[in-house]
């Protein structure tokens, strides 16, 4: 029987992982139940992220994180991809959330977000945490943690931060980076061109990219502000992409979601030259061979295999012998 690209490429090590390209926030019930209706019906392309930060009134936190805990438990919650974020480690109702959210809902959690970290050190004792709670209620799996980088501090620890257990993704916030400035980068640079072109954002954005990549995390991109044109999302997720690394980028209104899938998934020639490099490869036990005139070895094999998982996650087409062959 043919070795799969699984067995074969990841031997003693954890694989990067191949999540979707899309997140998306939902605050109140209602549109957590859109959130959910709109996956079913698109299919399971993107996750949602349920908002207990931003969502939850002010003294209704307990009474929001279980609502989050019904809907995700609910025949509602089709895909089992929907996590939450809860409130940052000031907030004192950052430990009932994930006692909540945790306890009720550990089995279906896609992954738990943990904003405004102003050091490593925090956002390390809430993953404890979580890891404790979810150690009391027999829950065996790693949940997966995602880290807001939004701070100086967060900033310059970002490596430390990329390096914590059952981290999954890093994720850049705009919004309250360039608030901490104190008007040293213009409001403009909340939006296209000036968030990728501002030199301070720049850099904060490829560092948090080139952390997230070398410790197996995947960086995820920042909102588009400008809500109801497809085409400003489209751009800012292709930039995202193609131009500092980001694999991910955060949804906020329900048109974006495709913009964002179609700017960051691969290209279907792409695709089809994976297909037919790791079919010629697990055909010689993933020995090296030669493809249109290039050498090809394990290294080139995990790249097209990622190129292969992430088409399947995007919908793009992939050749039938591949999929008979990796996905059946």
């Not at 131009?243 to 179609?262: C, H, K």
Request: aromatic share 8%.
């Amino acid at each position: 029987m043919a070795t799969h690209p699984q067995d074969a490429l990841f031997v003693g090590e954890q694989p990067f992982p191949v999540i979707p390209s899309c997140e998306h926030f939902a605050g109140s019930e209602k549109l957590i139940l859109k959130a959910l209706q709109l996956q079913d019906s698109l299919g399971p392309i993107f996750d949602i992220t349920c908002d207990c930060e931003d969502g939850a009134a002010a003294g209704q936190e307990r009474e929001h994180a279980e609502m989050i805990v019904r809907v995700l438990t609910s025949d509602a919650n089709k895909h089992h991809m929907a996590g939450a974020r809860i409130h940052d480690h000031t907030h004192p109702a950052w430990k009932q959330d994930i006692d909540i959210l945790v306890g009720g809902a550990g089995a279906q959690l896609a992954y738990l977000t943990i904003p405004k970290c102003t050091r490593a050190a925090q956002a390390a004792e809430m993953i404890a945490y979580i890891q404790k709670v979810a150690a009391q209620h027999g829950i065996k799996r790693q949940i997966p943690v995602h880290v807001l980088v939004e701070t100086h501090g967060a900033l310059h620890q970002v490596h430390e931060i990329a390096a914590l257990p059952w981290l999954q993704v890093l994720d850049f916030g705009l919004m309250d980076f360039v608030s901490g400035h104190h008007g040293a980068i213009p409001a403009a640079a909340m939006r296209s061109p000036g968030q990728f072109e501002h030199r301070l954002l720049a850099r904060a954005k490829a560092e948090v990219v080139a952390a997230a990549l070398a410790h197996g995390v995947v960086p995820a991109h920042n909102v588009t502000l400008d809500l109801k044109n497809v085409e400003t999302t489209f751009s800012d997720a292709s930039r995202a992409r193609n131009e500092f690394g980001f694999l991910r980028m955060w949804s906020i209104y329900p048109t974006q979601i495709q913009a964002i899938v179609d700017a960051m998934k691969p290209d279907y020639s792409e695709v089809e030259d994976a297909a037919n490099i790791l079919l010629a490869a697990q055909a010689v036990e993933w020995g090296p061979i030669q493809y249109a005139g290039e050498l090809h070895d394990r290294a080139t094999y995990r790249y097209f295999w990622e190129v292969l998982q992430k088409a399947r996650l995007t919908k793009v087409d992939i050749p039938a012998n591949a999929v008979a062959a990796f996905f059946s």
